[in-house]
T-cell receptor
């Protein structure tokens, strides 16, 4: 799977929007962009994924650049419970590809 | 749905002892993954199964580690003999893979925290 690059950490204020960036310049045409997050002392949980178009669900939005070499996870109103490590991962569609985690970005939320 | 169920949640054992971690995937899921997480190395994929068959075990550290999936609803990860460097949180995850165009969404268990003294 192609690699992703994320900042090590970000801080946000409660109830403000948060934009978490991810670069994936070597993405291939069939790679899906997935985001998972891991709350303290819990297993990773799925957040959202997309291929080319922007995606919205109840947890977040995913904005994908037109050239697909970067993407942004958007939390519309951060809560204290959103403090977690967020992982941006590329997975080849169709194959039962391995989900390979990088270091992720640690999001801190200030009250 | 009860989600992915792992047991035990915590295990403390002494070096040299055998450790068995258990996982019950979500009903209907046909792919199962074992991960290990440490501060130093992050989340590492150890092995995964499709339809109870091991597909890729290249992440298994050494022969002391073995994993089995005797049926669609149960998998074990065994460490024999255990060593202090095996101390980690071990996660099991499952997904329903149809081989289609969509990519997999994994559901993780709560993990088994292993401490080897």
């Amino acid at each position: 799977d192609a690699k992703t690059t994320q900042p090590n950490s970000m801080e946000s204020n409660e109830e403000e929007p948060v934009h978490l960036p991810c670069n994936h310049s070597t993405i291939s045409g069939t790679d899906y962009i997935h985001w998972y997050r891991q709350l303290p002392s819990q297993g990773p949980e799925y957040v959202i994924h997309g291929l080319t178009s922007n995606v919205n669900n109840r947890m977040a939005s995913l904005a994908i650049a037109e050239d697909r070499k970067s993407s942004t996870l958007i939390l519309h109103r951060a809560t204290l419970r959103d403090a977690a490590v967020y992982y941006c991962i590329l997975i080849r569609g169709g194959a039962n590809s391995k989900l390979t985690f990088g270091k992720g970005i640690t999001l801190s939320v200030r009250p | 749905d009860a989600g992915v169920i792992q047991s035990p949640r915590h295990e403390v054992t002494e070096m040299g002892q055998e450790v068995t971690l258990r996982c019950k995937p979500i009903s209907g899921h046909n792919s199962l993954f074992w991960y290990r997480q440490t501060m130093m190395r992050g989340l590492e994929l150890l092995i995964y199964f499709n339809n109870n068959v091991p597909i890729d075990d290249s992440g298994m550290p050494e022969d002391r580690f073995s994993a089995k999936m005797p049926n669609a609803s149960f998998s074990t990860l065994k460490i024999q003999p255990s060593e202090p460097r095996d101390s980690a949180v071990y996660f099991c995850a499952s997904t329903r893979w149809t081989g289609g165009a969509g990519a997999n969404v994994l559901t993780f268990g709560a993990g088994s925290r292993l401490t080897v003294l």
